[in-house]
């Protein structure tokens, strides 16, 4: 992952790990229903996120949070 994004991606994980508490989810429910594996879930959720992931896989990832994409990449400004 470019160095020039990695920070983004930290913040959104920290954005999709917030809502996913906040709905009451696991990881492991939130990557089942969201059809990605749990290690690519804790990758992306983890602070050191070094786990590119494409705009498809966060569609699916808010879709299930019933959170939209807007609301949640407004948390990483």
């Known amino acids: 992952m470019s160095q ?7 913040l959104i994980g920290q954005a999709v790990q917030k809502y996913r508490k ?3 989810m696991t990881q492991e429910q939130l990557a089942e ?6 290690s690519y879930l804790t ?9 590119p ?3 498809e896989v966060l569609l699916d990832i808010t879709e299930v949070l ?12």
């Open 53 to 55: 992931f494409s705009l």
């Open 4 to 10: 020039k994004h990695s920070e983004k991606y930290r």
């Open 66 to 77: 019933g959170v939209s994409i807007h609301k949640l990449l407004e948390d990483i400004d």
């Open 43 to 51: 990758k992306i959720e983890a602070s050191g996120c070094d786990q």
């Open 22 to 24: 906040q709905k009451g």
């Open 33 to 38: 229903k969201a059809s990605i594996s749990i």
